[in-house]
T-cell receptor, first 114, second 115 residues
Framework: DGGITQSPKYLFRKEGQNVTLSCEQNLNHDAMYWYRQDPGQGLRLIYYSQIVNDFQKGDIAEGYSVSREKKESFPLTVTSAQKNPTAFYLC?????????????FGDGTRLSIL | AQSVTQPDIHITVSEGASLELRCNYSYGATPYLFWYVQSPGQGLQLLLK??????LVQGIKGFEAEFKRSQSSFNLRKPSVHWSDAAEYFC?????????????FGIGTKLQVIP
């Protein structure tokens, strides 16, 4: 079955440490997205990518970085510059051509501070 | 810029009762509208979508939603709620801007179902 796989499901970060969240999709989608979810705030866009080797900042990109070396993969690094990283992180993908295509989501990674 | 309002943060209904979750959007043209459902610790699953045409759209799990342009609303309904419907529901509006699909999500409505 096609889908989006996020790993790990739970992740703990120490002070001053960078951590990387994995997102892999086998839907052959061009676009991929990272969202942060906090209670009572809905989903906020961190980064998005429409094509390999290209990505754009979303609404809350500070303290995060991404790469898109392969169509299937869009890892997110939470850097030490992100002072409040505790949240639920969701990866999504969609077909770029034609806006009438919904985004498909992975099952998320919950990041906590040790 | 588009925005989405879900005025009810929590809703409690009895099993077997009808359900309506409210969603209002703000956008200059007709947007693309979605409803997603999220179970605890899970990702979002698409329930239904509206792009054009018939303003009453059917989705999965027995849900439907009605687009009302005059009220800028896209309310989600279900005639008879099941205990398994307890989850958080997100309304979202999508536009195509700058060559990519920008989706704005509401803050969600948590549905509790009581026996």
């Amino acid at each position: 079955d096609g889908g989006i796989t996020q790993s790990p499901k739970y992740l703990f970060r120490k002070e001053g440490q960078n951590v990387t969240l994995s997102c892999e999709q086998n839907l052959n989608h061009d676009a991929m997205y990272w969202y942060r979810q906090d209670p009572g705030q809905g989903l906020r866009l961190i980064y998005y990518s429409q094509i390999v080797n290209d990505f754009q900042k979303g609404d809350i990109a500070e303290g995060y970085s991404v790469s898109r070396e392969k169509k299937e993969s869009f890892p997110l690094t939470v850097t030490s510059a992100q002072k409040n990283p505790t949240a639920f992180y969701l990866c999504a993908s969609s077909i770029v051509r034609g806006v009438n295509q919904p985004q498909h989501f992975g099952d998320g990674t919950r990041l906590s501070i040790l | 810029a588009q925005s989405v309002t879900q005025p009810d943060i929590h809703i409690t209904v009895s099993e077997g009762a009808s359900l309506e979750l409210r969603c209002n959007y703000s956008y200059g043209a007709t947007p693309y509208l979605f409803w997603y459902v999220q179970s605890p610790g899970q990702g979002l699953q698409l329930l239904l979508k509206y792009f054009s045409g018939d303003t009453l759209v059917q989705g999965i799990k027995g849900f439907e939603a009605e687009f009302k342009r005059s009220q800028s609303s896209f309310n989600l309904r279900k005639p008879s709620v099941h205990w398994s419907d307890a989850a958080e529901y997100f309304c979202a509006v999508g536009i195509f801007s700058g060559g990519y699909q920008k989706v704005t999500f509401g803050i969600g409505t948590k549905l509790q179902v009581i026996p």
